[in-house]
């Protein structure tokens, strides 16, 4: 076994902090399913019996979310959307879905300009909110060190801070003493 990674990657964090969560069954989200590796993790979270919705604005981020699902056979468990995430809410029930993530940036290795912007983000998280159960769980892994991602970092952070007295319980994961404002997760359980 190799030397553990600190800190640890705020993605596969936010992976282990949610995977308590989820349970075979459950419907479930990737907000922002780039080249799918939350996807996959989630998939396999959620058994033969559960549903994963992946949503993406960029036809390369679908293509290869699929080849990636495809190639692990659990594409059958996943539904794919060629669409923002600010359309989560006609896409599920309200207060049906178990857990909902979301990786904030760019796609990596593609063009950074199609980046996730801060009002369609808000946006989602409401219609993300409306649309987790009693006891599930949101998380939203955030940029706060480049350009177009300290606005939305701190927009979201404000959002999820403004949750508690709607009745979330929110936490907050991320390295400190940095040159560069480090990526962070937030996370949100609502009761
Ligand atoms: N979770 C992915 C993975 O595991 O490979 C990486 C996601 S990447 C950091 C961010 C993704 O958000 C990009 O693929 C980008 O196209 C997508 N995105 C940007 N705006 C979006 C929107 N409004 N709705 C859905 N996806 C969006």
Known sequence: ??????????????????????????????????????????????GASGKVLAFDVQEIAIASSKAMLEESGLADRVEFFHESHARIIGRVEAASVAVIMFNLGYLPGANKDETTHADETLTALAAASVSIKAGGILSVVC?????????????????????????????????????????????????
């Open 143 to 191: 940029y706060p060190g480049h350009d177009a991602g300290v606005g939305e970092s701190e927009g979201v952070e404000r959002w999820f801070k403004a949750q508690t007295g709607a009745g979330w319980r929110v936490a907050k994961y991320g390295m400190l003493g940095t040159q560069r404002l480090a990526p962070f997760v937030l996370l949100g359980l609502r009761k």
């Open 1 to 46: 076994m190799g030397e553990p990674q600190f800190p640890p990657r705020p993605t596969l964090l936010a992976q282990e902090l949610i995977r308590p969560f989820i349970h075979e069954g459950d419907i479930v989200i990737d907000a922002t399913c780039g080249n799918g590796h939350d996807t996959l993790f989630l998939a396999e979270c959620v």
